[in-house]
């Protein structure tokens, strides 16, 4: 539970759009944007640390080409990985929901 600064009471959630669920969108975005961030520091930091080490030559991960099986292996990650952060963009319904009978049976309109 987030206080105010002075302790008291849990302020209202701070709102730009019309919308709150957008403005919650936007801070999952941010709070991920804010991750990749941390992780290319980190990664550029390793790859310093081992090229100063001797364990990598400098350059040596620019010029990596995967074998051909490699890949094929990394494309078809790319792919599911494409195609599961599309999936919310296209509109439809995760879920299976309920089948049309059974929605008839309490009067959904959905099912006529």
Request: glycine share 8%.
């Amino acid at each position: 539970m987030h206080v105010s600064p002075a302790g008291g009471p849990p302020l209202p959630e701070q709102t730009f759009f019309n919308d709150p669920a957008i403005d919650r969108v936007l801070g999952v975005a941010m709070t991920l944007a804010a991750e990749v961030w941390v992780l290319r520091d980190r990664v550029r930091a390793m790859e310093a640390l081992l090229t100063t080490g001797g364990a990598l030559r400098a350059g040596a991960l620019d010029a990596y080409a995967p074998a051909p099986a490699e890949a094929e292996a990394i494309a078809q990650d790319r792919e599911a990985f494409v195609a599961q952060l599309m999936q919310n963009l296209l509109g439809q319904q995760a879920s299976k929901g309920a089948p049309p009978d059974l929605l008839a049976r309490f009067g959904d309109a959905r099912a006529r």
